[in-house]
């Protein structure tokens, strides 16, 4: 199993209980694979406490934090795409830098970004999430 990047999508999916959710997670880790969650997603997501079920599992997440580089990347993925959405430009960044699959409820975006710099980017959709922020 490749790497796995959650969007917001997947967050939000994760406090709703999604069953399908819980279960790639709990198999990737079983596999031995830390989902990364950019710390933009986290950002969109949180909105404070009680979030009980997106704090179980994001302590199976590695939080990354964005540096130059990856602002620098998504910001030309945004020009080159004409669009303005720096955090999916930042999950599809973070996804092909680690040749990880993105677990997302809107591929779309994310596959216009990958698209628009002719990378390859895999994308599963999660049902069950909507978007906020």
């Known amino acids: 199993m490749p790497g796995i990047v959650y969007d917001t999508g997947a967050l939000l999916a994760a406090e709703r209980r999604n069953r399908r959710l819980w279960v790639l997670h709990d198999e990737a ?3 031995g694979i830390t989902p990364i969650v950019p710390v933009v ?3 969109q997501a949180w909105r404070g406490g009680p979030q009980a079920e ?3 599992l994001l302590e199976g997440c590695h939080i990354q934090a ?3 580089a990856i602002g620098r990347a998504a910001g030309i993925a945004c020009g080159v795409a004409g669009t303005s959405d720096v ?3 930042i999950v599809m960044v973070t996804a092909i830098q680690h040749g990880a699959i993105v677990f997302t409820s809107d591929p779309e975006d994310l596959t216009y970004l990958a698209d628009a710099l002719s990378k390859k980017l895999t994308a599963h959709v999660v049902e069950g999430s909507q978007r906020r922020c």
């Open 66 to 68: 964005d540096d130059e």
């Open 87 to 89: 955090v999916d430009a």
């Open 29 to 31: 880790l079983a596999a």
């Open 54 to 56: 997106l704090s179980q």
């Open 41 to 43: 997603v986290l950002a």
